[in-house]
Nanobody, 121 residues
Framework: QVQLAESGGGLVQPGGSLTLSCIAS????????MAWYRQAPGKERELVAS???????NYVDSVKGRFTVSRDSAKNAVYLQMNSLKVDDTAVYYC???????????????WGQGTLVTISS
């Protein structure tokens, strides 16, 4: 079974830092695109940061300069380093991956279960 497992959420004071991790497991041939989304209470899910196979990254404007997305292709992992955290960053963060299955070379699309990040003093 192919799945994503996230970790690293928690409670942090404003101005603090947190790193989220997401590891894909199962029969994966290749991951072409990995991303972090977040959904705050009462708001729609938004794309926070993404990274592709060429290590090209993209960020939503609100996190530019504060968040860094990176990946470890050998581990099928993606990370989100979050610095200078703000109360507005409070949300459930979801990992997303798109790639190719090893078993039949068909495309795969995965979502993690979500990890809660709370920024509060």
């Amino acid at each position: 079974q192919v799945q994503l497992a996230e970790s690293g959420g928690g409670l942090v004071q404003p101005g603090g830092s947190l790193t989220l991790s997401c590891i894909a497991s199962g029969s994966i041939f290749r991951l072409d695109f990995m991303a972090w989304y977040r959904q705050a209470p009462g708001k729609e899910r938004e794309l926070v940061a993404s990274i592709n196979r060429l290590d090209i990254t993209n960020y939503v404007d609100s996190v530019k300069g504060r968040f860094t997305v990176s990946r470890d292709s050998a581990k099928n992992a993606v990370y989100l380093q979050m610095n200078s955290l703000k109360v507005d960053d409070t949300a459930v963060y979801y990992c997303y991956a798109k790639g190719v299955l090893l078993t039949n070379l068909r495309s795969l699309e995965l979502w993690g279960q979500g990890t809660l990040v709370t920024i509060s003093s």
